[in-house]
């Protein structure tokens, strides 16, 4: 078919019919009349002129037969091949089966199909490429091979692609694939921002997938700030799952920092568990550093602030290099520890003139406590040392109470008396009847009445 120019007019049924196959060479198909805001003749057999503006108030309708194309328009170097522009609507499909609209290039750096919309201050109300899709249809559907973009956004300030939705189940932008269903690039790849208590963003998965997965070089994988009250980063699991899992092959699984709050909280309920660490192979389940203050610390108004369980080695240990490795507080008992028939409630080891286990108690209380039904309420092991000791400046260093108040035995000495440093009974300070005391000549003294210095009896 030959395109008359404006001074070889064409009839306006003849273009019409032929317009699919036309080719205007190294032009553009400029079609603002055909669809656009202007309108061609509309008396039949009237003449449709190419090259100027042609005005009606009537459409103009192309129909095409089975497997034929309706309007079809070629453009060469940076033209358009069909250009709409209009005060609402300047190209219009519809479809009732399939594709509406096609924008091909051949291109790598040109557009199929480019939308704008001229507006100010991110007006959402003005749309460059808008589609609508009714009853399972897709309004806008982008495809690209092999490595290409299916649909691309680019804004300045604004948004690139934006996805909106009437309904509380709707979603906005959704991706699916056997890949990355979305992928955001940029200082911020992702940002999803949640009104009225509702997600940001969402990451859910099927089988053992990740909802959300993030990875970086050097940066954060995942980041999440939250203002007053809020929470950062939230993961809820269906029972025997993870909220929230990191993994790491040499650093940080999961880190929390805070300058004046709490850099890693867990609540639970039910029996629940509100942080818990694992660990195989000599590692951590979990590890607490500090300056100067608590690695790990635990509260709780009713149950266990911290608790250890290991079914071989230790529940709970602690370590310090120059201070102490566990500390506790409590109204009652500052550390508790239980344990099963023929194992250690609490364990402490120390080297180098330390402490295993160190107990205080202000202004009254116990220091260190151990109970038991028929075992050893508190038991101390050594080698070659002291297995138990007490020191007292002004009280009592070890203290029993019972049916018998203290049992002895000893393969060289069931008891020891360490002699004093001078010869005879007390001379100064207060004591009480049954005071005993070894002299420096290794004579046995008993305290018979309290006094200052008491009444001493010689017993040999």
Not at 101 to 122: K, P, Y
Not at 266 to 273: E, H, P, T, V
Not at 382 to 397: E, K, L
Not at 429 to 451: E, Q, T
Request: with cysteine.
């Amino acid at each position: 078919m030959s395109v008359r120019p404006a001074d070889a007019p064409l009839s306006r049924r003849g273009i019409l019919g032929r317009l699919s196959a036309a080719a205007v060479g190294g032009g553009a198909l400029a079609a603002t009349g055909i669809v656009g805001g202007g309108r061609a003749s509309a008396a039949s057999g009237d003449d449709f002129i190419l090259g100027v503006e042609n005005t009606t108030e009537s459409p103009t309708v192309v129909h095409a037969l089975v497997g034929g194309g309706g309007i079809e328009a070629f453009a060469r170097l940076d033209a358009f091949g069909l250009h709409g522009q209009a005060h609402y609507i300047g190209v219009w499909g519809e479809s009732s089966k399939d594709l509406v609209l096609v924008g091909e290039t051949t291109r790598s750096e040109h557009v199929g199909v480019w939308g704008q919309a001229i507006g100010t201050n991110c007006s959402h109300a003005k749309v460059g490429v808008r589609g609508e899709g009714a009853s399972g249809g897709t309004g806008v559907e982008g495809t690209a091979a092999p490595y290409g973009y299916g649909v691309r956004g680019f804004s300045g300030q604004g948004f690139g692609v934006r996805g909106e939705v009437t309904h509380v189940n709707g979603i906005g932008v959704s991706g699916t694939g056997p890949g990355v269903g979305v992928k955001g690039e940029g200082q911020t790849g992702v940002l999803g921002v949640g009104t009225a208590g509702q997600t940001g963003v969402k990451g859910t998965a099927g089988g053992n997938g990740w909802g959300v997965w993030g990875t970086t070089g050097i940066g954060h994988g995942v980041h999440g700030e939250a203002g007053s009250g809020g929470i950062g980063v939230f993961g809820r699991a269906a029972p025997n799952g993870y909220g929230v899992r990191g993994e790491s092959p040499s650093g940080f699984a999961i880190i929390g920092q805070s300058s004046n709050g709490v850099g890693v909280a867990g609540d639970a309920s039910n029996n629940g568990w509100g942080v818990k660490g694992t660990a195989a192979n000599g590692g951590w389940g979990v590890q607490g550093i500090s300056d100067t203050s608590f690695g790990v610390r635990g509260d709780s108004t009713g149950g266990t602030g911290v608790r250890g369980e290991s079914q071989t080695d230790t529940g709970v240990y602690g370590r310090s290099i120059n201070q102490t490795g566990v500390l506790g507080y409590g109204g009652v008992y500052g550390v508790m520890g239980q344990c099963d028939a023929g194992g250690t409630a609490v364990d402490g080891t120390s080297s180098n003139g330390g402490v295993g286990v160190y107990g205080r108690s202000l202004p009254t209380g116990y220091g260190v406590r151990g109970e038991s039904s028929s075992g050893f309420g508190l038991r101390g092991d050594a080698v070659t040392g002291i297995a138990v000791s007490g020191q007292a400046d002004q009280g009592t260093g070890v203290s029993g109470q019972g049916k018998v108040g203290g049992e002895f035995r000893g393969t060289r000495s069931a008891l020891r008396l360490v002699p004093t440093a001078y010869v005879g009974a007390p001379t100064t300070g207060r004591h009480l009847k049954g005071d005993l005391i070894l002299d420096k000549n290794a004579d046995l003294w008993l305290c018979k009445a309290d006094g200052t210095p008491g009444t001493w009896v010689l017993l040999g």
